[in-house]
Each structure stands twice: as structure tokens, then as C-alpha cells.
């Protein structure tokens, strides 16, 4: 009930194209889920985050899409970039404690 | 604003020895931080919350003895691995918030132990 499933473990996108990363929970008590981007040998760092009231949030070329009855949320890259290849992880958290993270998502951009 | 630094970023020592790795929060006052553990190529595993002051949660399956964690103060927190062994070999990362009100961490850069 605790995890949280993040799919598909590696994408590879075409520049200018869009990445779209899904990831579903189950537990109900969720109430913050963000989303954080990692470099090799790097600390993850927040991209997005959205509360389970919205349905979507937009910042720049990075939008989360929130299906509260489904359970699901997923990140959408607009227009992806070269330096956007990174390691991208959904979490779920309680109030920002107890945070469980994705398996992570491995993005290539091609140039 | 709100960074968070850890010290050192690396460490290689040999099994049996003890090592610290020191997180701080540079430019605001952490109440929470809290100490991951990342595999290569895997996920962060949360391995305990650290309060200022009080004595850290650990999660389920974390050592308490084996990862001895100190919040001493409103800007550092402290991660011990003791008797250290080859397979405490990982990418250990801190992050902190700004208040039980606010949800967002703010993550370290990360420290990479090997244990030779």
C-alpha cells in the first residue's frame, strides 16, 4: 500500500518532442506528490509538486496531470531538451514526511 | 535560497571503521531533515527522520546502532555509520524542510561512502 509504481524505467525522446512519465499509488493518505530530477552523483532536485485538490499544474515546460479517483499522476516535458537527460522520480508523501518514492524514470533526449 | 550542503561528498575507508557525514542547512532553519539511501541506479529509500533535539525515527529495517543519526541544532544533522562493511557501500543523501507546515525538501548534494 506503500509504494508508489512509476513507469517506464527508460525513455528516449526526440528533442522538441514530449516525455511523458506515469506513476500510480494506493494509498489514500497521500497528500503531496512531487516530482524531483537527479543527475549522475547529484541530489535530487524539486521540478513540480501538486496537492490531490488539482487536477493540473503548469510550470514553464514541465506539467503534472492528477487522476485522484485513478490513483495516477504523471509528468509531462514539453519541448524536450538535450539537458533535460536525467533520472526523474515521483514521490508521495504525508504532509512532506514519510515520502516514498518511484523507481525512477531514465530520460535521453536525442539531439 | 534554501541549499543544503553534506560533507564530505565522498568518503572511502576500511571495514570495521566508523564515518560521519555532516549535513547542514546553509540559509534557513531545518525543524526535519531527513537521511536517504540510493543504490546505484535504484531509488531513494528513506532510512530515518531526524528532529532537532530529539531522537531520530528510524524506518523499518534501518539499524538504529548501525546508522546513528544527531540533530543537534536547528541547521546540522549528523549521519554515523559505525563498524562500517562493504555492504553499507552507498550514495547517502539528506534533505530538509523549512517547517512541518511546508512539504517541499530540499535535498544535499549527496555523499558517496565506499567501504573497502
Known amino acids: 500500500q506503500q509504494q508508489v509504481k512509476q513507469s517506464p524505467q527508460s525513455l528516449i525522446v526526440q528533442k522538441g518532442g514530449i516525455s511523458i512519465i506515469n506513476c500510480a499509488y494506493e494509498n489514500t493518505a497521500f497528500d503531496y506528490f512531487p516530482w524531483y530530477q537527479q543527475f549522475p552523483g547529484k541530489g535530487p532536485a524539486l521540478l513540480i509538486a501538486?496537492?490531490?485538490?488539482?487536477s493540473e499544474k503548469k510550470e514553464g515546460r514541465f506539467t503534472i496531470s492528477f487522476n485522484k479517483s485513478a490513483k495516477q499522476f504523471s509528468l509531462h516535458i514539453m519541448d524536450s531538451q538535450p539537458g533535460d537527460s536525467a533520472t526523474y522520480f515521483c514521490a508521495a508523501s504525508i504532509g512532506g514526511f514519510k515520502t516514498i518514492f518511484g523507481a525512477g524514470t531514465r530520460l535521453f533526449v536525442k539531439a | 535560497g534554501a541549499v543544503v550542503s553534506q560533507h564530505p561528498s565522498w568518503v572511502i575507508c576500511k571495514s570495521g571503521t566508523s564515518v560521519k557525514i555532516e549535513c547542514r542547512s546553509l540559509d534557513f532553519q531545518a525543524t526535519t531533515m531527513f537521511w536517504y539511501r540510493q543504490f546505484p541506479k535504484q531509488s531513494l529509500m528513506l532510512m530515518a527522520t531526524?528532529?532537532?533535539?530529539?531522537?531520530?525515527?528510524?524506518e523499518q529495517g534501518v539499524e538504529k546502532d548501525k546508522f546513528l543519526i544527531n540533530h543537534a541544532s536547528l541547521t546540522l544533522s549528523t549521519l554515523t555509520v559505525t563498524s562500517a562493511h562493504p555492504e553499507d557501500s552507498s550514495f547517502y543523501i539528506c534533505?530538509?524542510?523549512?517547517?512541518?507546515?511546508?512539504?517541499?525538501?530540499?535535498f544535499g548534494p549527496g555523499t558517496r561512502l565506499l567501504v573497502l
Open positions: 501538486i496537492r490531490p485538490d488539482v
Open positions: 534533505s530538509a524542510i523549512l517547517s512541518r507546515l511546508q512539504e517541499t525538501q530540499y
Open positions: 531526524s528532529n532537532e533535539g530529539s531522537k531520530a525515527t528510524y
